[in-house]
């Protein structure tokens, strides 16, 4: 089972937008895949029309592992589940700090899913907290969308930077552009600059569109509703791309 | 069909229900809807259903399932094709080997046609999302059109219990329940052809104190019943087994009538034996042919390539022969001569009190019986004792007819002996009876074989491979011979005589302890 991460310090960069369509292209690639919106905000649960997680208690590993299981819920695809988000995730970090080795208490509770999915997808929150340190751990790879402007391209180096302070394994960060306009030159540069400089960054872009920002009318992912637009082909592709690196990293 | 997962997850619905009676609580989406028009098949024995599986043709292909009580189960294997009667008719390995066991030589015949509709109906909340699956079915007539049964499956999504609950519950309320007969079991009935076992070996309701002629009769009546049963079967040439079970019929009955002496008159017993006996013999050379095409392969085996083209002459004349031998035995039993002989012979022995009088017709049939099976032990006994490796072939011959007399009695009147020692020395009696029946076989063949070369047959190639087979079945007997002899002394050693002893030569007393704790329940 492979755990995959959506995640930037910044917000507003494309993370649910990826976890959203990344998730329904692994299941109609035909793996089993989970999503688990960590995020608060529960944006991920809004696109597949699922409530909100009920409370459950966060003592330690046991009783975190059966209130997710509890909250599994299968969405309107095919071999895809989703794990809504739920207020209480805010108190995700007090848990896990209260937890023997609570570095590596979220990998330890998403192995008890292996026999059920073959891939999991992380939503995370847009910051950095003992919750995003364990899904650092927890992760085989860590997607990070860049816009490229010189306030993504500074984030990125602090994420960077974070990595290798805290002797995290950098090589999972595997960051893309996203929310890419061809014909703005800043982005260009930047295009141009930071791929120069991290040669880990995903060979696909994903494109800057309005059929994206629709999501939040139509309330599905955007490949069941628009599946030849630019954005839905780029995610395809990217999903392609990850799946080749899974192979790899297997 | 999707394959089920437990009978008690199908719910059958009021006839006349749609989808749309969910929809005060759920949205309803209808899906796609699959129809198709699926013919069953089996055999006249329902071996498949019997053993678990249904198999159905639609369009070109072929798909075997299994069912429970006629609700399908999971699918094994498909092939495309058409006009498959036989196992070995069949091109896939998988499938070859599913149905060999079940349909062994008899041929597959279509029994039912229905028409299938399937379609899964989603059903969403006010958020507009999927909170359950319910998968509607029905079963139609074919040709007519006319709705035999509506049956649905609640699909619950994960995480979505309580909304499957509360579908369910809304499906209860208008008379959705569960039902043991699947719609593949409703379709049969529909079509009359509802699966039943099939036997050669009935059991007739005895007891050791039923007057002779009344058992005799009931146990006559029922025989013939089933020699008329296959009748169809031997007409429209399905498989070689209804030939084969009309005979075992015919014969079974001449037997008894020549095994119970005095119980029906001795004339009428002689001409009723006559009757039988003539019936038989009119499809003797049809059995003939029939054994030599289906050990083909076989004898095809046993000798060497370079025989094979002349053997395949031969089995093609064979073939012919049988061609033309089937269609006059076809004529013969389709004729209202043969159908008025065989049901006026069971109708007379429906009733006992049709015959004249008789010495032995009201005697407790049960000491009756079980002298008769002491006698005929005594009798294969004595013949036993006096085989050896250099005796003749008439004796081994008459020894097998004596064995087939005394295992047609101990199965006609099994109800009567105590379950336990009687199936022992049923099986004994079988095994010495398969080495008999092995050597005879080679015997007879021999001798058909040589009568159908002196009837002008030529070629060289023939000639060369009717050499050979004469040769391969001269070495089959020589070693069949010598088997006999290692069952045949078991069989009349000191330890089953003694058993045959205790059993049957005090029937008075067996009547006493056959109480029915002894027999299998």
């Known amino acids: ?250 | 069909m999707e394959p089920q997962r437990n009978c008690a997850d199908w719910l059958v619905l009021p006839p006349g229900l749609s989808p749309e009676c969910l929809g005060d609580g759920w949205d309803v989406a209808r899906q796609r809807r699959t129809v198709a028009i699926f013919t069953f098949h089996d055999t006249f024995e329902w071996g498949l259903w019997f053993s678990g599986y249904t198999l159905y043709s639609t369009g070109d292909e072929y798909v075997l399932q299994t069912h429970v009580n006629g609700w399908p189960g999971a699918v094994k294997c498909t092939e495309r094709g058409v006009g498959r009667r036989f196992w070995h008719d069949f091109s896939t390995d998988a499938m070859r080997s599913y149905l060999r066991e079940p349909l062994g030589l008899r041929g597959l015949t279509a029994v039912a046609t229905g028409r299938f509709s399937t379609q899964l109906c989603e059903l969403r909340n006010d958020m507009g999302k999927i909170v359950c699956r319910v998968e509607w079915n029905t079963v139609a007539e074919e040709p007519g059109g006319v709705e035999i049964l509506v049956w649905c499956r609640v699909l619950p999504l994960r995480g979505y219990a309580r909304e499957a609950a509360q579908v369910t519950e809304r499906l209860a309320s208008i008379g959705a329940a569960p039902s043991s007969a699947g719609p593949i079991a409703l379709l049969l009935r529909h079509a009359h052809q509802e699966p039943r076992v099939y036997t050669l070996k009935p059991t007739f309701d005895l007891s050791f104190e039923t007057p002779a002629r009344e058992a005799v009769g009931r146990i006559i009546s029922t025989i013939l019943s089933i020699a008329d049963s296959n009748i169809h079967g031997i007409i429209s040439d399905l498989d070689t087994e209804f030939l084969h079970d009309y005979r075992i019929c015919l014969r079974k009955t001449r037997s008894l009538l020549g095994l119970v002496k005095d119980v029906y008159p001795a004339g009428e017993t002689c001409r009723v034996r006559k009757q039988l006996g003539d019936l038989a013999r009119a499809t003797n050379r049809l059995r003939d042919l029939d054994v030599y095409l289906l050990a083909r392969q076989d004898l095809l085996e046993g000798l060497p390539d370079s025989l094979h083209q002349g053997l395949t002459q031969i089995f093609a004349e064979f073939s012919s022969e049988r061609e033309v031998e089937q269609r006059r035995v076809g004529t013969q039993l389709h004729g209202r001569a043969t159908a008025r002989k065989l049901r006026v012979l069971r109708e007379s022995f429906s009733s006992p009190s049709t015959h004249e009088a008789s010495s032995a017709a009201l005697l407790p049939v049960g000491p009756l019986v079980f002298r008769g099976i002491y006698r005929r032990y005594r009798k294969i006994r004595k013949i036993g004792k006096d085989i050896s490796i250099d005796t003749a072939d008439e004796m081994l011959h008459q020894l097998r007819i004596e064995c087939k007399k005394l295992r047609y009695l101990m199965e006609f009147f099994n109800e009567l002996i105590p379950a336990k020692e009687g199936l022992l020395l049923q099986k004994q009696l079988r095994r010495l009876q398969g080495r008999l029946g092995d050597f005879n076989d080679s015997s007879v063949q021999q001798r058909f074989l040589l009568d159908w070369w002196h009837k002008g047959r030529s070629g060289i190639d023939a000639a060369l491979a009717m050499g050979g087979l004469l040769a391969l079945l001269h070495q089959r007997r020589h070693q069949a011979r010598l088997l006999v002899d290692e069952v045949l002394q078991e069989f009349i050693g000191d330890d089953v005589a003694t058993t045959f002893k205790r059993i049957f030569r005090r029937p008075a007393v067996m009547s006493e302890n056959n109480s029915p704790k002894d027999r299998p329940q």
């Open chain 1, 1 to 250: 089972m492979m755990i995959i991460a959506s995640y930037s310090i910044k917000g507003g960069v494309g993370k649910t937008a990826l976890s959203v369509n990344l998730s329904y292209a692994l299941s109609e690639a035909g793996q089993r895949t989970l999503l688990i919106d960590l995020d608060p905000q529960g944006a991920a649960e809004f696109y597949f029309r699922v409530s909100s997680a009920e409370k459950f208690r966060m003592n330690d590993t046991r009783t975190l592992w059966g209130g997710l299981l509890r909250n599994v819920r299968e969405t309107d695809f095919s071999g895809l589940d989703i794990i809504p988000s739920n207020l209480a995730y805010r108190h995700f970090d007090i848990a896990l700090d209260s937890m023997e080795k609570r570095r590596k208490q979220l990998r330890r509770v998403l192995e008890k899913f292996s026999e059920d999915y073959d891939t999991i997808v992380l939503d995370c929150p847009p910051n950095i907290t003992l919750l995003s340190e364990n899904v650092f751990r927890a992760s085989d790879m860590i997607l990070v969308p860049v816009i490229p402007t010189i306030l993504s391209q500074r984030t990125l180096e602090q994420l960077d930077s974070f990595f290798r302070d805290e002797e995290l394994p950098v090589e999972r960060l595997r960051p893309f552009f996203s929310m890419v306009q061809k014909r703005n030159n800043m982005h260009r540069d930047t295009i141009s600059e930071l791929s120069a400089s991290f040669p880990q960054f995903l060979k696909t872009t994903i494109p800057f569109s309005a059929d994206v920002e629709k999501m939040g009318l139509r309330r599905m992912p955007l490949l069941a509703y628009s599946r030849a637009c630019d954005a839905a082909q780029a995610y395809r592709a990217l999903c392609n791309e990850i799946i080749a690196l899974q192979e790899t990293v297997s």
